[in-house]
């Protein structure tokens, strides 16, 4: 597909949403664009599925499966959050070592 060359003039009408996202990956603005999107935001989901087991909700009913999702996505922030906090002590300590070394 990417072989193919860009399409020219407008989209045709009545042709399938499946179509559609292969007219748009064909362009060079298509491509660009939905390469962002691994970039971006689908990470984060991939990290909940691997780390928390965020593949599948263990409870039913809506309002059930969007708290569960809040507490997934409130764990992965604080995780983030730890992971920095831990980073900054460490780059702490060794700037402490430093300077008493110097005297």
């Not at 949403?17 to 970039?39: D, N, P, S």
């Amino acid at each position: 597909m990417r072989e193919a060359a860009s399409p020219r003039g407008r989209m045709p009408k009545g042709i399938s949403a499946r179509q559609r996202m292969q007219r748009k990956l064909r362009t060079k603005r298509g491509r660009a664009i939905y390469a962002q999107r691994g970039a971006s935001v689908e990470p984060v989901f991939g990290q909940m599925k691997d780390r928390q087991g965020a593949g599948q909700f263990s409870m039913r009913g809506l309002g059930a499966c969007q708290g569960e999702w809040h507490l997934h996505a409130a764990v992965h922030n604080l995780r983030k959050l730890h992971r920095d906090s831990v980073r900054r002590r460490a780059a702490g300590s060794k700037m402490a070592g430093k300077q008493a070394n110097k005297a």
